[in-house]
């Protein structure tokens, strides 16, 4: 069984669209988190939720929403797709908020715009 | 704000044998964590190993180790009897460890290690 899951693993659209990724965690963890991966490979958080609670936004455009309709559950919703937001979107769970809690990442999910 | 820095770009190593790669970290805190995340071409992140900044001894998981030098803020990795296997990106992270932390890990830029039969 996979601990957490991505879809869709890539995505390719035109500047201009909106697009989610959805994420799901079966470990019942109660954070989640998004990563951005840019093409130099520099990984970067974007959100973190807690509970359903969100505790991270790190300086993203409002054109990327998170929502988390339940502690397994963190999509990300992107609206006017721009060229600059190609990358591979990580999403990771952990048991809680501590450091000490191991960070489990999705697959990754490749998004191209074109 | 903490920062972690990786200041090798690219390293290779020959079958069976060992190699180290290098990481620094700059914060004023006491209380964290330091990992180290392996990204093979498959491109799914994999722990490697962490420490705990309050533990004097050095983490060990296998063939990997790490030489953690708090005052000097330093924490390599050190690879063993490297196998091809090994052959990845690794990339260095930190995450506070401190009452109300939100455990984002900041990762380093990142090493491309190659391992050569």
């Known amino acids: 069984d996979t601990a957490v899951s991505q879809t869709p693993k890539y995505l390719v659209t035109q500047m201009g669209n909106d697009k989610s990724i959805k994420c799901e965690q079966n470990?019942?963890?109660?954070?989640m988190y998004w990563y951005k991966q840019d093409s130099k490979k520099f990984l970067k958080i974007m959100f973190s939720y807690n509970n359903k609670e969100l505790i991270i936004n790190e300086t993203v455009p409002n054109r990327f929403s998170p929502k988390s309709p339940d502690k397994a559950h963190l999509n990300l919703h992107i609206n006017s797709l721009e060229l600059g937001d190609s990358a591979v979107y990580f999403c990771a769970s952990s048991r809680s908020r501590g450091g000490s809690y191991e960070q489990y990442f999705g697959p990754g999910t490749r998004l191209t715009v074109t | 704000a903490q920062t972690v820095t990786q200041s090798q770009p690219e390293m290779s190593v020959q079958e069976a044998e060992t190699v180290t790669l290098s990481c620094t970290y700059d914060t004023s805190e006491s209380d964290y964590y330091l990992f180290w995340y392996k990204q093979p071409p498959s491109r799914q992140m994999i722990l490697v190993i962490r420490?705990?900044?309050?533990?004097?001894q050095n983490a060990t998981e296998n063939r990997f180790s790490v030489n953690f030098q708090k005052a000097a803020k330093s924490f390599s990795l050190k690879i063993s009897d490297s196998q091809l296997g090994d052959a990845a990106m690794y990339f260095c992270?930190?995450?506070?460890?401190?009452?109300?932390?939100?455990?984002?890990?900041?990762f380093g830029t990142g090493t491309l290690l190659a391992v050569q039969p």
């Open positions: 470990l019942g963890h109660d954070t």
């Open positions: 992270a930190y995450t506070s460890n401190y009452g109300g932390a939100t455990n984002k890990l900041i």
């Open positions: 420490q705990e900044a309050y533990k004097q």
